[in-house]
């Protein structure tokens, strides 16, 4: 049985024991490489995936997929800055990868860099118009810059593609509020406790749905069930406003 075969039902030592005779047969195998550093990411062994991946580029540098998996290790291990330039050097090659500028978008936005991470979701969703991920990382990334009516248009595009796709409803229902559309902002803020009952924020926000639509007691309730759920600002709110 081969590595991959062995990779295939779930014998990841035997695998890596395969590819690491390869290896020792040619050191100058990237194939073997690789295919052992996919292990190695598999099996949440990402310092060795990462090892793996940078010994197959030194052979076969201008191999698009070694900077692309070595990238998803290094962002696995937090080291976005050295994933961002690995899946820079990936669509130098190939320019046309969805997956490489949304896992780039992702890691901008793990930095702090919103406005990046809003171009990369943008070039990833030209080339796959249907990824809600992207369309809802986009959302979250122009809620930092302010956006919020771009915001609303990416959870909605969201919605589009996943209508129970709770995170994005959370979102939506927030940015509702900050319009001060409360009927809207309960609506969102229901669906997502129905798909997800233990969503904390989602009764949060419910809360003040109710209580500016005049349900003090309702918003009151959910601000103690937000509480309940481990939604700690939701203090303030409650010595202000319930007795």
């Given at each position: 049985?081969?590595?991959?075969?062995?990779s295939?039902?779930?014998?990841?030592?035997?695998?890596?024991?395969?590819?690491?005779?390869?290896?020792?047969?040619?050191?100058q195998n990237?194939i073997?490489?690789?295919?052992?550093?996919c292990v190695q990411?598999m099996?949440?062994q990402?310092?060795?995936?990462?090892?793996?991946f940078?010994a197959a580029?030194?052979i076969e540098?201008?191999?698009?997929?070694l900077?692309?998996?070595?990238?998803?290790?290094r962002?696995?291990l937090?080291d976005y800055?050295?994933a961002?330039?690995?899946?820079?050097?990936t669509l130098?090659?190939?320019?046309?990868f969805?997956?490489?500028?949304f896992?780039r978008?992702l890691?901008?936005?793990?930095?702090g860099?919103?406005d990046?991470a809003i171009m990369?979701?943008?070039?990833?969703?030209?080339y796959?118009p249907?990824?809600?991920?992207a369309?809802f990382?986009k959302g979250?990334s122009?809620?930092?810059i302010?956006?919020?009516q771009?915001a609303?248009?990416?959870f909605?595009r969201?919605?589009?593609f996943n209508?129970?796709?709770?995170e994005?409803?959370l979102n939506?229902?927030?940015i509702?509020l900050k319009?001060k559309?409360?009927?809207?902002a309960?609506?969102?803020?229901n669906?997502?406790?129905?798909i997800?009952?233990?969503?904390g924020?989602?009764y949060?926000n419910?809360?003040f749905a109710k209580?500016?639509l005049?349900?003090?007691?309702g918003g009151?309730?959910?601000w103690r069930?937000a509480?309940?759920?481990?939604v700690?600002?939701?203090?303030?709110?409650?010595?202000q406003y319930?007795e």
């Open positions: 049985m081969s590595g991959k075969s062995k295939d039902v779930g014998n990841y030592s035997g695998a890596i024991s395969d590819y690491s005779r390869a290896i020792q047969l040619n050191p990237a073997a490489y690789y295919n052992r550093g990411a099996t949440n990402h310092s060795k995936a990462v090892s793996d940078s580029i030194q540098p201008n191999t698009s997929a900077y692309y998996n070595r990238a998803l290790s962002m696995e937090q800055g050295n961002i330039g690995d899946l820079t050097v130098d090659i190939e320019p046309i969805a997956e490489a500028y896992s978008g890691a901008k936005s793990k930095i860099n919103p990046g990369d979701f943008e070039k990833t969703l030209i796959k249907s990824h809600e991920q369309h990382l979250l122009e809620i930092e302010g956006s919020y771009a609303f248009n990416s909605t969201t919605l589009d209508k129970n796709h709770a994005a409803l939506r229902s927030g509702h319009l559309q409360f009927d809207a309960l609506n969102d803020a669906r997502a406790i129905t997800n009952p233990n969503a924020h989602a949060f419910r809360g209580y500016n005049g349900d003090d007691s009151c309730a959910d069930t509480l309940r759920l481990g700690t600002q939701v203090n303030q709110y409650m010595n319930c």
